[in-house]
């Protein structure tokens, strides 16, 4: 199966600084990943597209400075979260999309835990 | 976009029983549905998903129909089990290119 790996799981950080996760497709090339916020019981809310080699594309709401991506190559896709704040505690999930023939299928990262102290 | 509803928003049901998740949306155009397993602090797994050009789509213990004109689909569970229990999360595509809209989430409970 398609395995997409995010690191790190969990992230504690001060109020004010960044932090930066990843999302890499182990097995798969792709070249759009989504990055997803989701709050407790809550659903997939999705922040913005990532696309390989071009800039993502932000959903409306979703501050562009406040959480940078970048899509450098067709495995690895990150998420940069600038002068975090505790508002910002949440999971982040991205999800890398493989294409086939017939069928492009979303498949999900563990998730990355932040919560900014 | 696509505005995706869901319900119910949480189910109790005795092992054994099935279950029946719901899903509307709006886009007449919108020509696949995935459906996504989410346990407790883990990531959302594809279950089952379908295109528009069936009605419905089984696997083993777990089937999804699909109408149309009505614009819903739901996914069933037969002879569910314990391990069944988690959050359940339709999708459909929301206009974008290959960007899916989730419904809310349905929190199943499968009871011994």
Redesign the interface.
């Known amino acids: 199966g398609a395995v997409v790996s995010q690191h790190p799981s969990r992230v504690i950080c001060k109020s004010g600084t960044s932090v930066k996760i990843e999302c890499r497709s182990l097995d798969f090339q792709a070249t759009t990943m989504f990055w997803y916020r989701q709050f407790p019981k809550q659903s997939l809310m999705l922040m913005a597209t990532s696309n390989e080699g071009s800039k993502a594309t932000y959903e409306q709401g979703v501050e562009k400075d406040k959480f940078l991506i970048n899509h450098a190559s067709l495995t690895l896709s990150t998420l940069t979260v600038t002068s975090a704040h505790p508002e910002d505690s949440s999971f982040y999930i991205c999800s890398a999309l493989r294409t086939g023939l017939s069928t492009d299928t979303q498949y999900f990262g563990p998730g990355t835990r932040l919560t900014v102290l | 976009g696509e505005n995706v509803e869901q319900h119910p928003s949480t189910l109790s049901v005795q092992e054994g029983d099935s279950a029946v998740i719901k899903c509307t949306y709006s886009d007449s155009a919108s020509n ?1 549905f ?1 459906w ?1 397993k989410q346990e407790l ?6 279950i089952i ?1 379908i ?1 528009s050009n069936v009605g419905e789509k089984k696997d083993q213990r777990i089937a999804v129909t699909l109408n149309k004109t009505a614009k819903h689909f739901s996914l069933h569970i037969t002879e569910t089990q314990p391990e069944d229990s988690a959050v359940y ?1 339709c999708a459909a595509p ?1 206009g ?10 349905t ?1 199943l409970q499968v009871i011994p």
């Open positions: 696949y995935p996504y602090g883990k990531r959302p797994q594809l998903d295109r999360f929301s974008g290119y290959q960007k899916v809209t989730f419904g809310i989430g929190k």
